[in-house]
Nanobody
Framework: QARLVESGGGLVQPGGSLRLSCAAS????????MMWYRQAPGKERELVAV????????NYGDSVKGRFTISRDNAKFTVYLQMNSLKPEDTAIYYC?????????WGQGTQVTVSS
């Protein structure tokens, strides 16, 4: 069955960096558009970044443009989110999402906390 497992979250000081990973299994990873979402307490889930399946085109939410970078390694069935210049408002649970046609898969999420 399809599975997405996020890792790399944790506690970091403002201005610091983290790299999240999302390992995929059980489906044809290269066909799926991959997304990172986040959800902070009391807020709606927010799209952070998108990367295309084969063209690798990327798009970012306004709040993270210039600070976050999404990438994928189809040979390793993994998508990454490099997060730099982190701010307290980036604190949230970060979720990995894979989409292709009617198929839509989610990971369990990884907590990112930005605090001094």
């Amino acid at each position: 069955q399809a599975r997405l497992v996020e890792s790399g979250g944790g506690l970091v000081q403002p201005g610091g960096s983290l790299r999240l990973s999302c390992a995929a299994s059980g489906f044809t990873f290269s066909l799926h558009r991959m997304m990172w979402y986040r959800q902070a307490p009391g807020k709606e889930r927010e799209l952070v970044a998108v990367i295309g399946s084969t063209d690798g085109d990327t798009n970012y939410g306004d709040s993270v443009k210039g600070r976050f970078t999404i990438s994928r390694d189809n040979a390793k069935f993994t998508v990454y989110l490099q997060m730099n210049s982190l701010k307290p408002e980036d604190t949230a649970i970060y979720y990995c999402n894979a989409a292709f046609g009617s198929f839509d898969y989610w990971g369990q999420g990884t907590q990112v906390t930005v605090s001094s």
